[in-house]
């Protein structure tokens, strides 16, 4: 009867590297990573080389402050949505591995220093630009778009394409067109991917009451805006030319390709009444972003001659 007993009352114990884990997954470190993927590249191109190692580390130790302040206020304002989703409900919050007080001041802590530390190491700008992309995250997207509009990640997607303009900054202290360029490849790049993913857990969303597009219209509609987002994107990739080599001109038309050939493929099987493959452009979307920022770094650190005109 006592072992009964002591089966009943024990409760797991929590190491400190459990805390650590929960604390670090509230930032959304896989996230984080895809974003510093494209700040590196955008620094180099700014730079027309290999920026200092020092600027580097400065700006991607800041704007991993940033991005992971931005993503745990997230979670603390989704909270909610997180719990009734499957593929979320692992989360620290709807788990209660985390205090939803202690999330809160560890997200602002986290912003707070992530512009402490980019003002003296890189410039104001890009804290100040890194800030913004946190207050438009949480207080735009978060918080107004996603449970209000189907269009939610089109523009709230805004938010992730500031990690290039903030490489940018840090590194000529302004911000100049291929610097807008490059946001605009990510911000077209967002629903594409993310509609992806939405059309796997649409069901998961309509449950959450948010009006992601998969949930509010027919397939058929959302992959004809997928393939629609993805030649902008494509046509918008080539907008970098003048800027770079052949490097990154040759990597931009190839790999622009072959999204649109799983984007028009994804697209013909919904039109023929096939559930298509979503989630096969989902995790191909983020090879490919990747591999066009690493085509813009090689061309970069090589310093090819622009095919255009110098900037």
Not at 33 to 40: H, R
Not at 63 to 73: P, V
Not at 190 to 219: E, I
Request: aromatic residues 12%.
């Amino acid at each position: 009867m006592s072992a009964a007993l002591g089966a009943t009352t024990e409760t797991p114990r929590r190491t400190r590297r459990d805390v650590v884990r929960a604390y670090v997954a509230l930032t959304k470190p896989r996230i984080i990573e895809l974003l510093l993927v494209t700040t590196v590249p955008a620094m180099m191109l700014a730079e027309r080389g290999i920026p200092s190692p020092w600027l580097v580390f400065a700006t991607l130790f800041g704007g991993t402050m940033a991005a992971g302040s931005a993503n745990a206020l997230n979670c603390v304002a989704d909270a909610d949505i997180d719990a009734v989703m499957k593929r979320t409900a692992s989360r620290p919050l709807p788990k209660h591995q985390v205090p939803t007080r202690n999330a809160l001041v560890f997200g602002v802590t986290l912003g707070v220093l992530s512009f402490a530390w980019l003002w003296p190491t890189t410039n104001l700008l890009a804290a100040l630009l890194a800030v913004a992309a946190i207050l438009f995250y949480v207080l735009i997207y978060t918080m107004v778009l996603k449970r209000r509009t189907a269009q939610n990640i089109v523009w709230g997607g805004a938010a992730g394409c500031m990690p290039v303009v903030i490489g940018w900054s840090a590194v000529t202290g302004s911000v100049e067109w291929p610097a807008l360029v490059m946001f605009g490849v990510i911000f077209f790049w967002t629903p594409p991917h993310f509609w992806a993913l939405a059309m796997k857990f649409k069901d998961d969303y309509a449950r959450a009451g948010v009006p992601m597009l998969p949930v509010v219209t027919t397939a058929d509609r959302v992959a004809r805006q997928i393939v629609t987002y993805s030649w902008v994107m494509v046509v918008w990739t080539l907008l970098l030319v003048p800027a770079t080599g052949w490097v990154y001109t040759a990597f931009a038309v190839v790999t622009g390709a072959w999204f649109l050939i799983v984007a028009h493929r994804l697209y013909a099987a919904i039109r023929r009444g096939e559930p298509g493959k979503p989630m096969k452009l989902f995790h191909m979307s983020n090879t490919y972003l990747t591999l066009v920022f690493v085509a813009l770094a090689v061309d970069s650190a090589l310093s090819l001659p622009v095919l255009g005109f110098p900037f």
